[in-house]
């Protein structure tokens, strides 16, 4: 499935190396302010080339809307948007058409389908993220603008440097001062100068995005399937190359006892708050008003130069130095991905809440 959403869906369509990527945007309610310019600015911080630490493909990124917006709003009419890919050089992946990479998605594609995008990886790369990040652009300006609804993500860990941020103290800003997009300076000095090292000996290192949704409306999600934490768990786990999640507490929780782990509950100028917040802004699924906060984990860049054994689509063995351009760190550019399918999944449940009521 290329469908997203249940209300405010998304269909995504387009390849690494083909004519371009985009999204549909269905369920959008009319009268919202937009323009490319509000769209553009999510993608720049998602497109390749931005510094020596990502990719050095060079893609613009320059996104169009085709439909859905007039006179600067939001009809209320589906929201197609393109953005046409100029640097896809697919002769670079030549040797990889008969040669299944280890860790990546080639073997499973040509095993279900019966044949496989080899030009970079095609559905299973991280270009069509790119829809995610344009759908994703209009979902935020809507809840920032009509519930005062904030994302933002930001990277606490690339291999095993962490880093320990209180997210009370963030902004866009601090995020944005370096390019592996971790607010603590010193150690994204340090992030910076290991990805750097791996990249000049041909490989590749994982990583994890923290992320925090402020001003939440209470009541969001439904009990057993459709709780707010399994969808926002399943947004995270469709991108590509993420291997875990979790949210509030998350593993920390199995070595708690009740008494630490509960949430005290307790009034303020008639509002219900929590003392606490290990819960991370959900209780049965369903939003406390609290802030939700979740960590989403990255495995390494499988495409690497680094030599690997692996086989060829005839099963014979064979060593394969990848050529082509690939990140070897995929977490800084994957922030905004965090932030624009929190932000579709938010939206997508605030309108289910709406129709409940």
């Known amino acids: 499935m290329n469908t997203f959403g249940k209300l405010f869906t998304i269909t995504t369509f387009g390849e690494s190396h083909g004519l371009g990527v985009g999204v549909v945007v269905d369920g959008c309610p009319a009268g919202l302010k937009i323009t490319e310019a509000d769209i553009q600015k999510e993608l720049n911080r998602r497109k390749p080339g931005q510094s020596s630490i990502t990719t050095s493909r060079k893609e613009d990124d320059k996104i169009r809307i085709m439909s859905g917006v007039t006179d600067g709003k939001t009809t209320g009419a589906p929201i197609m948007m393109l953005a046409e890919n100029r640097d896809a050089r697919s002769e670079d992946y030549g040797q990889l058409k008969e040669v299944y990479r280890p860790g990546h998605a080639d073997f499973t594609y040509e095993a279900k389908y019966g044949h496989r995008e080899w030009r970079g990886g095609g559905r299973a790369s991280a270009r069509t993220t790119l829809a995610q990040v344009a759908a994703g652009a209009i979902a935020k300006k809507y809840l920032k603008e009509k519930l ?210």
Not at 163 to 186: F, G, H, Q
């Open 148 to 357: 005062n609804v904030e994302i933002l993500g930001f990277v606490d860990q690339v291999g095993e440097i962490k880093a320990a941020i209180d997210y009370n103290k963030l902004s866009l800003k601090k995020v944005e001062a370096n390019p592996v997009r971790c607010p603590d300076e010193k150690i994204a000095k340090e992030m910076i100068k290991f990805i750097t090292a791996l990249k000049s000996g041909g490989d590749s290192t994982g990583g994890a995005v923290f992320a925090i949704i402020k001003n939440v409306p209470l009541g969001l999600g439904s009990p057993v399937f459709d709780k707010l934490p399994a969808d926002l768990a399943k947004a995270m786990m469709g991108i590509n190359a993420a291997k875990g999640f979790e949210i509030g507490s998350g593993f920390r929780a199995a070595e708690m006892r009740g008494s630490e782990h509960n949430d005290r509950f307790y009034t303020t100028k008639g509002k219900v708050r929590t003392k606490t917040n290990f819960a991370g802004g959900v209780l049965g699924g369903i939003s406390t008003g609290e802030d939700i906060y979740f960590r989403v984990a990255f495995k390494p860049t499988s495409t690497i130069a680094k030599a690997q054994d692996t086989i060829d689509r005839r099963g014979k063995q064979v060593v394969l130095k990848a050529a082509g351009r690939h990140d070897p760190c995929i977490v800084p550019r994957a922030v905004p991905i965090v932030e624009a399918m929190a932000a579709l999944v938010i939206m997508d449940h605030y309108l289910q809440w709406k129709a409940y009521k």
